[in-house]
């Protein structure tokens, strides 16, 4: 089963560039290929029958990957005094003020708040995962390294400025992560249950904190400013879209893919990645393969050579290449983002994506320092080669 799979890479000591519940399935997903052809087969024709003619399906062939023009440029960001290990670069507000990151110990991560490029460090031991144009921080309290059975020590929580404030369980709910957040401080989220099974979660923030809807067997991980939330459910994966009243209807797989994933949302768009099928060469473990959704026609397309991590309100892809090099994807083309001074060009993430899709955060390992090694909860969550990055003007 591919939840066996997924609990699999859970017990491993994951960097917190692969923290997110997208990166732990997509890796999952590709080491079970074989049966992914054999979900999207049957996923396709249910998604076909639901969007009916309004199923626009574009299939995108692998553009070239050209280094992004002399305008892009990246930036550092500060490292907080005192911080143990490496820092990660978690996410960016639409406007491009915010930028949220992870730093300290698997056993108490410390969230990084840079603001005009003023870092500090947020109080209270929790883990920053999304962030927006008010500085509302969204994330999660308890180990900050995904382990198994860790799901259930973890508390989907925001930072409102002053104060983290819990966010509510649903019944049955024994632990969870708030993913995304917009304008109008709708948080979405994924909580486990006692049987093992998850649900999407929305909450309102605004006024009383409360739950506005849960959605059974899925996972919440992107959500627009109109409310439309995106993830994917489970037990075999497959992308979804609900809006506040829950009710969820099937995201197109597009043509030259057998199954697809959706993991964040902006504007009238969403994005995600797709299982390829196998053509029996030795780089199919590699091949990445970003799907983008238009949420308002229901249109899809295949973007080969890209992962797809995030989306700009302006429909801008940003990812990883196959060798986990920076990119983004933009009219048709890939453009390769640049490295700081010492950055290795295979083991990146891009994290965050502003609303016109021209500024990107992630990390970077860089070739001086000493690799912290996997080991005890007291352990840095980042080796002490990751450092923290901002792309602008790109």
Known sequence: MIEDTLHRYARQDLPPSRLQAEDVLVEARRRNRRRARLVGAAAGAAVLA??????VVRTVATPPITAAGSGCVVDQLDI????????????????????????????APQAVLWTGGTVRVLPGAFAP??????????????PARVQYGDEKQQRPVVYDGTRLVPLPLPDGGLGGVAYAVNANGDVLGTVVRADGS??????????????????????????????V?????????????WSADGVTTALPVPTGADSATALAAAGDWAVGDAELPPTGNKDDLMARAAVRWNLRTGAVELISGIGGRRVSASGTVAGTTSTDAPALWRNGRIF??????????????????????????????VSAGAI??????????????????????C
Do not use: C, K
């Open 50 to 55: 639901t969007f009916g003619a309004a199923a």
């Open 80 to 107: 907080p005094a005192g911080s143990t290990g490496g820092v990660v670069a978690n996410g960016i507000d639409p406007s491009g003020r915010y930028v949220i990151g992870l730093a300290g110990t698997r056993a």
């Open 129 to 142: 995962q999304a962030v927006n144009a008010a500085g509302l921080v969204v994330g999660f309290t308890g």
């Open 198 to 227: 998850s649900a999407a979660v929305r909450w309102r923030t605004s006024g009383t904190v409360a739950i506005v809807s849960t959605v059974a067997g899925a996972s919440g991980l992107g959500l627009n400013d109109d409310g």
């Open 229 to 241: 939330a995106v993830g994917f459910g489970m037990p075999l994966p497959h992308a979804l879209r």
């Open 336 to 365: 390769a983002l640049p490295l700081p001074p010492g950055g290795t060009p295979y083991s990146s993430s891009v994290s965050g994506i502003t609303a016109d899709g021209h500024s990107l955060v992630g990390s970077v390992e």
């Open 372 to 393: 912290s090694t996997s080991g005890p909860a007291g352990d840095p969550v980042a080796s002490d080669r990751t450092v923290p990055v901002v792309w602008r003007g």
